[in-house]
């Protein structure tokens, strides 16, 4: 093998799997998330708002278009009943509130990837211990999921971490770290190392196990009031872009509805409803 090719393959490669936006609870922009992306010098992001996945294509098609050295993942994470699980590299919105296993299962048609985020945790968002032994060991392959996230800075990842470690290892699924970020600084914070640079090649690392959570830093204990603080101030002030939206039409029939600003283009139009 030649010297280039042996840098080649030593290339390691940084990825943040799990960021929202203003779409869902985050309190930036695509715009804003993309440009930190590329400060942080992350190769891979995906961007994973609440049940929906609008973002993301946009953030992707953004990405594109100006040709951005990090590559955008459409990813989404999915409420089920037995917790939050990360679709990545989706096609179409998985459909929330549906069993762990329906859900991976799902994930697993369009050709996406599964990963419970944030496990353990004593919480209804997190899976737990026997519903992640059930799926893992699912006699149908298609319900099982294809890592685990060990590595989250949040107060729902620090607590239960050297467990989740554990079940891992114990389900011998990989582990993963995402830096879980609702605001800009976070993007980055915690990462996934793969072989490779491109969203294909960390997509072949995590079906071959061979990712492993970056560095990363927990949150403090200041930091996460601070955080949940300023998503609620971004959620009032979209609840007030909601209201102005809905008391519009009354003096203006067949104009265009205007709700909430998403955080990408033309996101805050609403279209008329069909009566």
């Known amino acids: 093998m030649s010297p280039t090719k042996r840098r080649a393959t030593g290339v390691q490669g940084r990825a943040d799997l799990h960021i929202h936006t203003m779409a869902s609870d985050g309190t930036a922009g695509v715009a804003q998330v993309l440009a930190r992306a590329q400060e942080a010098r992350l190769d891979v992001i995906a961007i994973t708002d609440h049940d929906r996945i609008d973002a993301a294509r946009a953030a992707q098609a953004m990405a594109i278009k100006n040709k951005l050295r990090v590559q955008v993942i459409i990813g989404e994470e ?107 600084e976070a993007i980055g914070r915690v990462y996934t190392t793969f072989p490779g640079r491109s969203a294909a090649a960390l997509r072949r690392a995590i079906l071959a196990g061979t990712v492993k959570p970056g560095a990363g830093e927990d949150h403090t204990v200041l930091e996460s009031p601070a955080i949940f603080a300023r998503q609620m101030l971004r959620n009032l002030i979209g609840l007030g872009q909601d209201l102005r939206g809905v008391t519009r039409p009354i003096w203006t029939l067949g104009g265009e509805r205007h709700g909430r600003d998403l955080g990408y283009p033309e996101s805050h139009k609403r279209p008329v409803k069909q009566r």
């Open 78 to 184: 999915i409420s089920t009943l037995q917790g939050h699980v990360l679709g990545l590299f989706l096609e179409e919105r998985v459909r929330p509130l549906r069993s762990l296993r329906r859900t991976i299962a799902e994930i697993h048609e369009q050709g996406g990837i599964a990963i419970p985020a944030h496990p353990l945790f004593p919480h209804p968002l997190c899976a737990q211990a026997g519903a992640l032994r059930a799926v893992a060991n699912d006699r149908d392959p298609a319900c099982r999921p294809d890592a685990l996230e060990t590595f989250n800075p949040t107060i729902f990842g620090t607590f239960p971490r050297a467990r989740v470690q554990r079940l891992a290892k114990e389900l011998g699924l990989p582990g993963v770290g995402s830096s879980d970020a609702h605001v800009l």
